[in-house]
């Protein structure tokens, strides 16, 4: 089950599918210092609490916004059958034993119905709702609850499984209160923010806290970027809005950590730059379209910087290039780290992720590579995200033979799918590093190998120009990575 919701929910890697809020920009409120304290008297000054800092006119202005939402569904069961029982036909204990079964008399399924409960923030007079993709799930029956009170009926418009977001409208008589989205991206650790949802089906609950920290990853997904705030945030917040101090929603609740279900004072939000486009997809297409190169990517650290002579570790090196792919049409190779896309420099693989998720299908990009120490760049015609993108597969070597490489610590095999490591040094820098028995060497230093002694040439010629370490790509799982590997001095 989905966090936020009423019914059971298991963490992923202990986070509770919940949130917290996000991504907020703001600036702190000035606060005026109270009078020192008149030890003379006994009565404090009459406006010493009238100069104590308060949300409540801006709880007072965003509240009518913020909604409660209950989705009903038919949850059927899939556990196996339980074994035919000792119990003699027409026993009470017989048929209380029968009704726990999943399936029934029939042998069909049986269902059961689930309410879950959760929040969300109306962004229109004319009712359309933003909460989180795992609040609505599969439910067929969505009711909002406003915080008067009363219910009206929605409708799912759209949903994206990949940034946890949906969104429902509702129909109303007259314009309905809104508020709208501010720019995460100006959000500073520090900031003071504001939470409004309906923990534990409460309802309209009002938290503060502040900005605790910023790029948040919590393998929730290919574009994890969450905000973190320390606002109490519980089941059942899951897709309210976090506010800045301006009530601009900076982010939407979606994840706790928690290691009991409640709150820990570590929340996360999805930031309000990535929720306002996902969310305007939704409404003009009931849907989420993305760019797509069509290539693995991974991390670049310092010791890839270092055996590729990139000035400093930036950007996404290309493990895998798809067969078919805009990247391979465009001549992307395995090995190139993209370093900028568009004119604007990545920093890191969440950056070249997003970047180009956000770029329009079929549109034309210029991305500036590094390859063989130099910066090239490349004309490239964006693809559509396709559900399963295939990709491409290394060429298998052809010659048998064995070799040892002691500055690796490993030994190498050819065999029908390549050159495939036997064996590992278990006290070797490439054992530290994750490289296995069976694992396919594609590349040493960029070049492609195809015998054992490929590897062994490779690895002497990074001796003799004194690199400190040398790059392999390796494949396993039908999955490419880059390994640094520290060369041992003799």
Excluded: C
Aim: a negative charge.
């Amino acid at each position: 089950m989905r966090n936020g919701r009423e019914t059971s929910l298991r963490p992923i890697r202990r986070l509770t599918a919940l949130a917290v809020a996000g991504a907020l920009a703001f600036t702190t409120p000035a606060f005026a210092e109270t009078a020192p304290l008149d030890t003379q008297s006994a009565a404090p000054a009459a406006n010493a609490l009238e100069r104590l800092p308060s949300f409540a006119d801006l709880v007072e202005k965003v509240n009518p916004a913020v909604v409660s939402i209950r989705v009903d569904e038919e949850v059927t069961a899939t556990a196996p059958s339980v074994p035919d029982l000792p119990f003699p036909p027409g026993s009470p204990f017989e048929k209380f034993f029968r009704d726990l079964q999943p399936q029934g008399p029939d042998g069909k399924p049986r269902s059961r119905h689930a309410t879950a409960l959760g929040s969300g923030f109306l962004i229109s007079a004319d009712g359309y709702i933003v909460t989180n993709n795992h609040v609505v799930g599969d439910g067929k029956d969505i009711t909002v609850i406003r915080d008067d009170g009363s219910e009206l009926k929605a409708e799912l418009i759209g949903k994206d499984p990949k940034t946890d977001l949906a969104l429902v409208k509702v129909e109303s008589k007259k314009p309905l209160p809104y508020v709208v989205f501010g720019d995460s991206e100006n959000v500073r650790v520090g900031d003071w923010v504001l939470a409004v949802g309906n923990p534990f089906g409460l309802g309209g609950t009002v938290t503060t806290g502040i900005v605790s920290a910023r790029g948040r990853q919590i393998g929730a997904g290919p574009y994890d970027d969450f905000i973190q705030i320390d606002a109490s945030i519980n089941k059942g917040n899951s897709g309210g809005p976090t506010f800045d101090v301006h009530g601009n929603v900076v982010g939407v609740n979606t994840a706790i950590f928690s290691p009991t279900g409640g709150s820990v004072g570590i929340g996360f939000a999805i930031p309000s730059s990535i929720a306002k486009n996902v969310v305007a997809q939704l409404k003009d297409k009931g849907k989420v379209t993305r760019g797509w190169l069509g290539v693995t990517i991974q991390q670049v650290d310092d010791e890839v910087a270092s055996s590729l002579s990139l000035d400093k570790p930036r950007g996404a090196l290309v493990a895998q290039v798809g067969e078919g792919s805009p990247a391979e049409k465009a001549g992307i190779k395995t090995g190139d780290v993209i370093v900028d896309v568009n004119g604007k420099a990545m920093e890191d693989v969440r950056a070249v992720s997003r970047t180009v998720a956000d770029l329009e299908p079929e549109s034309n990009a210029k991305l500036v590579i590094w390859r063989d120490g130099r910066e090239k760049t490349i004309g490239v015609r964006i693809g559509t995200f396709p559900e399963n993108p295939q990709m491409a597969a290394a060429e298998p070597g052809s010659e048998p033979e064995m070799a040892t490489t002691e500055s690796l610590g490993l030994a190498l095999a050819d065999s029908p799918d390549g050159v495939i490591v036997k064996s590992v040094d278990p006290a070797s820098d490439a054992a530290e590093k994750g490289i296995r028995p069976g694992d396919i060497v594609v590349k040493v230093s960029g070049r492609d190998v195809k015998k054992p002694a490929d590897v062994v040439a490779g690895v002497e010629e990074a001796n003799k120009a004194k690199k400190s370490s040398v790059l392999l790509l390796l494949r396993s799982d039908n999955q490419q990575r880059f390994v640094a590997l520290t060369l041992q001095k003799s």
